[in-house]
């Protein structure tokens, strides 16, 4: 089955550059995801990148697809406190049916 | 902003009670999701539901049931609850595939005593 593998934990200096990385197992999936949670709340969508393409890019964030190493990274440019969360990978599961998330990676931002 | 709402929030409860955790979307949706998120993190799907009478178990094991009698609303019941049930509930929507885009409700942290 689909297993999304992350690192656990970031932690970085407020104005740095924070990059979550992310792998995945089905290369035929459509499109990756990533979902931020804020402490005591729901998950919600950050950004996608369909898979035919290899970078994009939204404000501070971009996201790189190498769909030959199956890797997928979130880099948060000019990173601040209010982005410390817990940002989640995803990928739709074999046959579309829902999505396979990875376990979450906690970003801590420090003045 | 997404339209999906849970109710209650929070819930502390004595074990052996029955409780049932709400969730609506005002998206239309046809597809809902149920998924229990642990202390480390992790989110475990625990039931799905394809539209209107459908209902289906998700990747982990759980005692909890659902129904899905409206398209909006998909609420997921304990006949008893326990300790064990203490954690963190989300539920989702989203349109059909291929998008599986899924938009999150707020959440219930429940806590069993």
């Known amino acids: 089955g689909e297993d999304v593998e992350q690192s656990l934990f970031l932690s970085v200096r407020e104005g740095d550059s924070s990059v979550i990385n992310c792998t995945y197992t089905d290369s035929s999936s459509t499109y990756l995801y990533w979902y931020k949670q804020e402490p005591g709340a729901g998950l919600q969508l950050l950004t996608y990148i369909f898979s035919n393409m290899d970078m994009k890019q939204d404000q501070r964030l971009t996201v790189l697809l190498n769909k030959k190493d199956k890797h997928l990274s979130l880099r948060i440019a000019d990173t601040q406190t209010g982005d410390s969360a817990i940002y989640f990978c995803?990928?739709?599961?074999?046959?579309?049916?829902?999505?396979?998330f990875g376990k979450g990676t906690m970003l801590l931002v420090s003045p | 902003e997404a339209d999906i709402y849970q109710t209650p929030r929070y819930l502390v409860i004595g074990t052996g009670k029955k409780i049932t955790l709400e969730c609506s979307q005002t998206m239309g949706h046809d597809k809902m999701y149920w998924y229990q998120q642990d202390p480390g993190m992790e989110l475990h799907l625990i039931h799905y539901?394809?539209?209107?009478?459908?209902?289906e178990k998700g990747d982990l094991s759980s005692e909890s049931t659902v129904s899905r009698i409206r398209t909006e609303h998909f609420p997921l019941t304990l006949e008893s609850a326990r300790p064990s049930h203490t954690s963190q509930y989300l539920c989702a929507s989203s349109r059909v595939e291929p998008y599986n885009e899924q938009f999150f409700g707020p959440g219930t942290r429940l806590t069993v005593l």
């Open positions: 995803a990928e739709p599961s074999s046959g579309y049916s829902t999505l396979t």
């Open positions: 539901s394809y539209g209107v009478n459908s209902t």
